[in-house]
């Protein structure tokens, strides 16, 4: 079993920058991906960005492109999401996710293990 334990985020106001981190318990998976996840109450699960298990490919929503950047370090099994140009409606719970695959996907059905959700408030 592995586990997320996620950090940071937090209130901000519009424009400013956050950023959150998840780091996973030690696992025996050789290809790992971790993507980042976001929900508002009342609404489906939304893709935000994902990385692959070398660091060297990455996927994001487009809602997010330009401002979002995920990337991760292997040695410390952390992800992070640095948070640029904040929206109002960037506020919602940001969860990460893994899944032992070489392959990068967007579907929140397809990941294994999950964080237990950080919240970020954007002030409009």
């Known amino acids: 079993q592995v586990q997320l334990v996620e950090s940071g985020g937090g209130l901000a106001q519009a424009g400013d920058s956050l950023s959150l981190s998840c780091t996973a318990s030690k696992h025996t998976f050789q290809y790992v991906n971790m993507a980042w996840f976001r929900q508002v109450p009342g609404k489906e699960l939304e893709f935000v960005a994902a990385?692959?298990?070398?660091?060297?490919?990455?996927y994001y929503a487009d809602s997010v492109k330009g401002r979002f950047t995920i990337s991760r370090d292997s040695a410390k099994n952390t992800v992070y999401l640095h948070m640029n140009s904040l929206k109002f409606e960037d506020t919602a719970v940001y969860y990460c996710?893994?899944?032992?695959?070489?392959?990068?996907?967007?579907?929140?059905?397809?990941?294994?293990?999950w964080g237990q959700g950080a919240q970020v408030t954007v002030s409009s």
């Open positions: 996710a893994l899944r032992p695959s070489t392959v990068l996907v967007a579907s929140p059905l397809l990941y294994d293990y």
């Open positions: 990385i692959n298990w070398s660091g060297n490919s990455t």
